[in-house]
């Protein structure tokens, strides 16, 4: 059981650096639990390079026009 939790966010973080995710440490992942909703703005950095917008959800009434 003691080694097992540590293994669980190294693990976590191996698999998430494979895929160009970064994390600092477990406790990033542990919080990541209570996570409802995430928020990007467009700056471009979370872009591979490609500084615009690549896809737009929309949870409310407004239009995609509306809302840009």
């Known amino acids: 059981m003691v080694l097992s939790v540590p293994l669980a966010y190294f693990s976590g ?3 998430a650096s494979k895929l160009g995710i970064l994390f600092k440490g477990g406790n990033s992942i542990e919080a990541l639990a209570k996570v409802k909703a995430i928020i990007f703005d467009k700056t471009g950095t979370l872009t ?3 500084f615009n917008v ?8 407004l239009s995609e026009n ?3």
């Open 13 to 15: 973080i191996g698999a």
């Open 48 to 50: 591979n390079g490609s």
């Open 54 to 61: 690549t896809d737009i959800r929309i949870c409310g009434k």
């Open 66 to 68: 509306e809302l840009l």
